[in-house]
């Protein structure tokens, strides 16, 4: 029998609208779930997704896609990359699985709702196959670590970590719900296939594709190129559904979405990707520092993406970017200080050499964040580590859940940016985090930061023991310094001597 090409039939074929008899259009398609924002069925009908495939080839490539992911995993099963590798590696393996493989769940439900309530038809068909992708993506990168619970139960957190109220759970729960499973199918468009996916995931499947080939993990190289092969095609469905709401006078509501989605998206790139790419990342294996990533993909390819939409920059634009200088090695600070919170061991990236670098790439880092690695490296050489590890809980922020910093030293900048809301004060890392809040206060005003709930008596006893058991975190599981402090050494009887600018 001839088989017909795919160009002569897909377009017929992937017009499958229809007119409900036994419901009204508002029932099948309501607005909750749809988002279809009054713009009517036949603007959505001119949906082009820029990305076509047929189910029959999109089951032939994925499965030529795992066959070489799993495929490169079990022919270096018994290479001793575990073994070799640098302690900071592991790290980024553990952080990156906890947060990212049960987000991959989220992701499906998220394209699931696109599936069932899209508008358009071509997007519910392009969701399937995207619905279908974050399934493989959850699967795999549970998969692959748990051949490592065995040497390590820190990869148990791959599963457990969006189980628990450990404080990065709550954090990227908090982000997802807010931005993939609490929105209509409209919404996800925009906030997680444009915003997240263009925008930001990049960033962490390529850039660390990248390290990890430097770092001679080709397993996780392979597993997580695969991954952003899929990303690369489903992030696709955003844009031609911007375009329907631009063009039908809804640019300002759709400018909203995209504003709050890079907002948060940011947030959890700079203290998942942050750590990772400067200071995780051994020295000789990194490829560009965060900040010069973040201006490639963000500044560089995003920025222009919006523009080309008919978007506008967000008006936080220009302080987001200045933050490219600091955020991350604020978290960075406080993850290693607070690291019995948290699944992995943070390697404090902290050799001469190290800082050398990192003055290089962000100069003045040693007279901010420099200082207070100072002090810890002194208390460390002092034989004081209980001066190194916290007692209590910093300040939380209510949107982005994670602890309001900013820049030490001599360039202090920290503050809050509290809110006094029906009653109830807030507290916000920055303008751009109270100013989502504003947006809809109703969506956001009841959830409960960590330390929130610490005051209100939840986590008892009320001392760092009663929140790591709050946060699920067993012995064996507590972090701590990656390389058990063997760099401290390197400042014995040899004085950190600073570079002259
Ligand atoms: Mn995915
Ligand atoms: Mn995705």
Request: proline content about 5%.
């Amino acid at each position: 029998m001839a088989i017909l090409q795919r160009s002569e039939w897909y377009d017929l074929a992937r017009t499958t609208n229809w007119t409900p008899k036994y419901v009204t259009d508002s029932e099948l398609f309501p607005e909750e779930m749809s988002g279809a924002r009054d713009v009517p069925a036949e603007k959505w009908e001119s949906y082009d997704e820029p990305y076509k495939v047929s189910y029959a080839e999109y089951v032939k490539v994925q499965r030529e896609k795992d066959a070489g992911a799993y495929s490169v995993k079990a022919a270096l099963e018994r290479s001793q990359m575990f073994e070799d590798a640098d302690p900071g590696w592991l790290s980024i393996l553990k952080a990156h699985y906890g947060a990212i493989a049960l987000g991959e769940y989220a992701a499906m439900s998220a394209e699931a709702r696109m599936v069932r309530f899209g508008r358009a038809p071509g997007m519910r068909n392009m969701a399937t196959f995207g619905m279908m992708d974050e399934n493989r993506h959850g699967q795999i990168q549970l998969y692959f670590p748990h051949e490592y619970c065995k040497k390590d139960r820190q990869f148990d957190w791959a599963h457990k970590a969006y189980h628990t109220n450990e404080w990065g759970a709550i954090a990227a729960r908090h982000t997802f719900d807010d931005l993939f499973m609490a929105r209509s199918a409209t919404e996800i468009a925009v906030m997680l296939t444009f915003a997240f996916e263009t925008g930001f995931t990049n960033m962490q499947f390529l850039g660390l594709a990248a390290d990890a080939a430097e770092a001679g993990d080709y397993t996780f190289s392979s597993l997580i190129s695969s991954i952003q092969t899929d990303e690369s095609r489903h992030a696709q469905i955003g844009a031609p559904a911007l375009q329907i709401l631009i063009e039908n006078g809804k640019k300002e509501d759709a400018q909203k979405l995209v504003d709050i989605a890079i907002a948060r998206a940011w947030r959890i790139f700079a203290v998942l990707t942050g750590p990772s790419m400067d200071y995780y990342t051994p020295l000789e294996h990194r490829k560009q520092s965060f900040k010069e990533f973040m201006q490639e993909w963000i500044v560089g390819q995003f920025e222009r993406s919006l523009l080309d939409m008919g978007l506008s920059l967000p008006w936080y634009w220009n302080q987001m970017v200045d933050e490219f200088d600091y955020q991350h090695h604020a978290y960075h600070l406080g993850i290693w200080f607070w690291r019995p919170t948290v699944w992995w061991n943070p390697a404090a990236g902290m050799t001469p050499e190290c800082r050398d670098w990192l003055e290089e790439k962000y100069p003045g880092w040693n007279d901010t964040f420099g200082k207070c690695w100072d002090v810890i490296i002194d208390n460390l050489l002092a034989g004081r580590p209980e001066l190194t590890v916290p007692e209590t809980l910093p300040i939380v922020c209510n949107m982005s859940q994670i602890p309001i910093c900013a820049i030490p030293g001599d360039r202090w900048k920290v503050q809050d940016h509290p809110l006094d809301h029906e009653g109830r004060t807030y507290h916000f890392n920055s303008a751009i985090d109270r100013w989502v809040f504003q947006q809809n206060p109703a969506r956001y005003r009841d959830h409960m930061t960590l330390v929130d709930r610490f005051l209100a008596g939840h986590i008892q006893p009320m001392n760092l023991m009663g929140a790591l058991q709050y946060m699920n975190l067993a012995p064996g599981e507590i972090g701590d310094d990656a390389h058990q402090y063997a760099w401290v050494e390197r400042y014995r009887n040899h004085p950190y001597q600073r570079k002259a600018a």
